[in-house]
């Protein structure tokens, strides 16, 4: 791929000042753009945002553009990382796919480096946010360290050895779409029986809905939430009606927790990793998914007994997780392609 | 551990020699126990075997060390490899866990170096496999290897960036008893649903004597092969039936297939590997099993279309790749453990 011109800036900045300089990281959501500058200690100084506008390629590139102004008019950035769902080739420049934006095979760090003037470097969502945790995060001095982010599906990664795992083709860590129940529910991504369509937040809302339909008298606390519309009900209110104490929802959590737990165990039995670290939305259940879940993992390990098990912990950077460590992944490749030389 | 002391031979030889030097690799299987001499080439100069020798500890050792010395009588050994199936500490110096032989945290590198006077590596035999095919099979020059041995049950092992990915304890690889059938067939982990109760030799078999025990007019080639009595049935049985034409076999090996397919795509899901190298017994199949796995990797690997897919290969040095690899393992660790220096 063609590399644009840099600007001047670069090349002139204190060669330290550019190691432990600052970074701008962007994580790109369905619904908003987030972006921070990151120090090289994962604290993030300053923080702008802006709704996702579209899916189009142009214009969410003009709203990247625009934040990286907005928080380089205060700071001295030496690189830009960019965090969004969908897999990025290995090299860090190109979107194969990104199933919420319209990227197909889009050299997006190629038209960025040319609008910006300045070192682009693209993450996975999922990667960005275990590389945070294993960097500053729940599962720092980890040499064994498997992500999962639960959210609307399942996000995973995998730090291995101090470096992202991320396969032959940079698409490693799509453990929820292993598939866990052979006929089952049917997945997004055309699979049936994904890990993802039992233990997420899609999962706790769809199971939460077909009780109430049921309209079961269990359901009545669930159904009050919504004005008696079951299609109204999310995975989010489900969690908060669980902690109000809703014995139904509290059950709901349990069974997506169980599954978690079964899914947990089959990584553990192929990847062997120190510590999970559970991030994401759906943890805001906290002991309410993770305490079933443990339970699970310890009764599906297999060889338990026989081996040490990981630790199950909640993340520790919460949704910010993203875009430290998009921003602190560009550092690190500014250094590891020669550009800090 | 403390370190025996080691025979003066050792230090003496020629710096060159030795890291050139020839390996012994002794794979333990549960009827007999198989050793070689093997170059840096990975080629077999002399072999000699024994049976297993009941599952005592002490008693395989001595059938070790009567091998290690008739072995070395011929050549000048730099070290010995042995391979095993079971659970190996990431020294390679115990072994925490065997299924077959009776060793619970036993320290067989300390006992062998001290009875023979020589270097020992103790390794997983589906890791000494992988490390072979890697080395020198089907999986050479693969960034991202995953093997797959198809015996009694499944043995796996990682090759990633020419190293070996053990795990945080070294158990990772356990792909067989990834749970892919919640609440189905009893395994002998303890769990229920493992990959390996589908997609083994183990699991031909039992298909094979339930379709005979029916009676069904569709199991009769099957039946005459055993004199009518199903208990007699093995997936070997199946495998030359099914190389002979019996289209039951060959139903029988298309659905074990499948299943193969299936845990391969969630391998891809998770590890997004370059290659799987399929090795094992039940590979004496060939095509009869690989081309209905292939089909159904193509069918349920998660992103399809939107990705470059694995290549599916067969191993390529038969049952002594767990033996190759055990001695190349061994010399590769006198390496990095500082001896030839």
Known sequence: MRRPRLAPTFRQQDPRLRRRGLAIGIDIGGTKVAAGVVDAEGRVLRRARRATPGTRPREVERVIAELVEELSAHHRITSVGIGA??????????????PHLAWRNEPLRENLEKLLRRRIYLSNDADAAAWAEWRFGAGKHESRLVCITLGTGIGGAMVMSGRLERGRYGVAGEFGHQIIMPGGHRCECGNRGCWEQYASGNALGREARELARANSPVAQELLRAVDRDPERITGAIVTELAREGD??????????GEWLGLGLANLAAALDPGTFVIGGGLCDAGELLLAPARRAFARNLTGRGFRPPARIVRADLGPEAGLIGAADLSRVHLRSRGWAH
């Open 85 to 98: 769902a969908g897999w990025m080739d290995l090299d860090g420049g190109t979107v194969l796919f990104s």
């Open 247 to 256: 014995a139904a929802s509290q059950e709901l959590l349990e069974d997506v």
